[in-house]
């Protein structure tokens, strides 16, 4: 129960490989959804695929014996809209709201539906259903372009669809800042003007309680998460701190972004190594953004960089990555040319800071590459 007439209809799923295909989530997923008991009944969102059966039999416990009057669908991402043809069919008088958008993606993502009944609202329209009245608040980009939040003013809740979402299903504890921050960047990371939009919306709105689509619901200390939301998507650095990102094959490139390190770390700088060969990429790019400082570790490999590496600062980019600082170090034992390609690849990238010692190693480190280290950590430490 979430509040007296909000309850929880929502499922975790442990068989998850990748969630959307490409995240790992070791903890699981958890999609949300809601019931809204009033006069007149709303089920907010449906939930992934292969939960239809479990969510529907949560919310008939929820209902006792009660009929749904709207299912609403802020999100027409499958793994809150697969079920909405189920709901359809097993609540047929029930009313299906979204806005334009919203009925455009389900007409794609379900070609054969049969009709329903539909309610299409515009921006900041209104639902009563007795003591609760929804206001739906558009919000574009969050993650997909026909995404709407809603708040109810008598609870004083905001359902916020993906934001302030979060990896990792609702019976296994972890932190909520790690897991949210690694779904935030790695999800909606590229959107921070739409998240910067919907963020003043919200501050209009007397809030007390944020449902999102995944992860939990938060009742307690809500300037927490909205401080953490602010800074990810003003793209603000949110610690002081070193992530060095390395690409190593036979150990010479990671020995320098070790020693790197070591040096950084005896001048009181916390520093995280990552292999970007080996270790979760989106974990990786969470790094990069939580940091103030990024160093590019890369071998040269066919006269260009090794592909993770390509694929870490394509991850980069793609969320616009910028107001940070950023020092490469390249390997090459006959035409080194990764610190070139590096810097090719965040040419484009707002305000960054370039340190103006590039180390450059051929095969393996020495003690002139010693020193050009050394001279990168009182760089980036100034
Ligand atoms: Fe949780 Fe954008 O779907």
Redesign the pocket.
């Known amino acids: 129960m979430i509040t007296n007439d909000i309850r929880y209809v929502g499922v975790n799923d442990h068989q998850v490989d990748l969630f959307e295909g490409q995240y790992v989530v070791p903890n699981g997923m958890a999609y949300n959804s809601y019931v809204i008991l009033d006069e007149k009944i709303a089920v907010m969102d449906t939930v992934d695929a292969r939960f239809g059966e479990e969510w529907l039999g949560n919310i008939a416990k929820v209902l006792d014996g009660r009929e749904p009057d709207y299912l609403v669908v802020q ?1 027409m ?1 499958p ?2 809209s697969a079920n909405v043809l189920a709901f359809v069919e097993r609540y047929p008088k029930a009313t299906v709201v979204g806005n334009a958008k919203t009925f455009t993606m389900l007409g794609q993502f379900f070609p054969d539906a049969p009709e329903m009944k539909q309610l299409t609202v515009k921006d900041g329209a209104t639902l009563t259903l007795g003591k609760h009245t929804l206001t739906f608040l558009f919000a574009p980009m969050v ?2 372009p026909e995404v709407m939040v809603t708040y109810d003013k008598y609870d004083k809740v905001l359902f916020s669809a ?1 934001g302030f ?1 979060k990896f990792g299903a609702l019976d296994v504890e972890d932190e909520w800042d790690c897991e949210a921050r690694r779904y935030y960047i790695g ?1 909606v990371g590229k959107y921070g003007m739409q998240v910067q939009k919907l963020l003043k919306a919200a501050s209009t709105l007397d809030i007390s309680i944020i449902c999102p ?2 992860g939990p619901v938060l009742k307690e200390n809500l300037g927490h998460y909205i401080e953490k939301y602010d800074i990810w998507s003003s793209y603000r650095p949110e610690e002081s701190g070193v992530l060095i990102a390395y690409a190593s094959i036979y150990g010479h490139t990671k020995a320098a972004a070790e020693a790197l390190g070591k040096e950084l770390e005896a001048r009181g700088q916390k520093v995280v190594l990552a292999d970007l060969a080996r270790e979760d990429m989106a974990e990786c790019v969470e790094d990069a953004f939580r940091y103030d400082r990024l160093v590019l570790a890369s071998v040269t490999y066919n006269g260009d960089i090794f592909p993770c590496m390509h694929a870490f600062l394509h991850a980069l980019t793609e969320r616009s990555y910028q107001n940070r600082t950023v020092a490469f170090i390249e390997n090459g034992t006959w035409a080194p040319a990764a610190g070139k390609v590096m810097a090719a690849a965040l040419e484009k990238s707002k305000n960054l800071t370039f340190a103006q010692e590039k180390v450059t190693i051929k095969s393996a480190m020495n003690a002139e590459t010693m020193e050009s280290i050394k001279r990168l950590a009182e760089e980036l430490v100034k």
């Open positions: 999100h991402e793994d809150h993650h997909w993906d979402g999800i689509l995944h």
